[in-house]
Structure formats: structure tokens, C-alpha cells
């Protein structure tokens, strides 16, 4: 499969934005998708994940309750809604398909083999 990562912008701090990651060529709804962040200068981070059952991993604790993960199989294609954006949620947003997950390496960026090319998201203060 292969992976096409788009949504992202300028947004104003406080604003919504909602990434969106297409998958072709594959079977889509065996594989866990999952979302990495990687700020300037930062490593890269887990930002959370849906397995193919449909269950969510939650990322780190500064997106919980801001960030939600979705998938629509019939599309093959992954969503990441995200509201209250700050500044310090700037980064380049990578999609990434893992075929076999185990559920304890969800937020290890080694267990997915396909990433898509990464979409810019600026927050403005």
C-alpha cells in the first residue's frame, strides 16, 4: 500500500484542523495506521493509532482530548481530527501503515513499514 498524507496548513492557535491519509494499492482495512509528529528540532512522536479492529491507541498526553483518530475503510483512509491547536503542535504530520502490530509496539515508529510523505501543520500564536 501506499500512503498520501494531506490536510495540513496554517491554522490560528485554538483552531481545528482534520489531516486525512489515502491509502492505495493494498488491502487498507488489515492494517493499523497510525499518526508520528515531528516538530523542528524535536524527535519524532507518537501521535496515536487505530489497529485494523478498529481500536484506538492513544498517543502522548498533550493530544489526549484534542486529537481523535478515525478510519473509513469503504475510502481507505485514515482521519486525524485536531481541535485547541496550539503552537507547540506545529510539525510535519506522517501517516504510516503497519501489516502486523503487536499491540504493546503500537507506538513504535519500527513497527510500520509504510509512511506516507509527511503534511506541514503551523500553528500561529
Known amino acids: 500500500v501506499q500512503l498520501q498524507a494531506s490536510g495540513g496548513g496554517l491554522v490560528q492557535a485554538g483552531g481545528s484542523l482534520t489531516l486525512s491519509c489515502v491509502g492505495s494499492g493494498g488491502t487498507f482495512r488489515r492494517y493499523t495506521m497510525a499518526w508520528f509528529r515531528q516538530a523542528p528540532g524535536k524527535e519524532r512522536e507518537f501521535v496515536g493509532a487505530i489497529r485494523w479492529n478498529g481500536n484506538i491507541v492513544a498517543g502522548a498526553d498533550s493530544g489526549k482530548g484534542r486529537f481523535t483518530i478515525s478510519r473509513n475503510n469503504d475510502k481507505n483512509t485514515v482521519y486525524l481530527r485536531m481541535a485547541s491547536l496550539s503552537p507547540e503542535d506545529t510539525a510535519v504530520y506522517h501517516c504510516?501503515?503497519?501489516?502486523?502490530?503487536?499491540?504493546?509496539?503500537?507506538?513504535?515508529?519500527?513497527?510500520?513499514?509504510?509512511w506516507g510523505q509527511g503534511t506541514l501543520v503551523t500553528v500561529s500564536s
Open positions: 504510516a501503515a503497519g501489516g502486523t502490530v503487536i499491540l504493546s509496539a503500537t507506538s513504535d515508529a519500527a513497527s510500520y513499514a509504510i
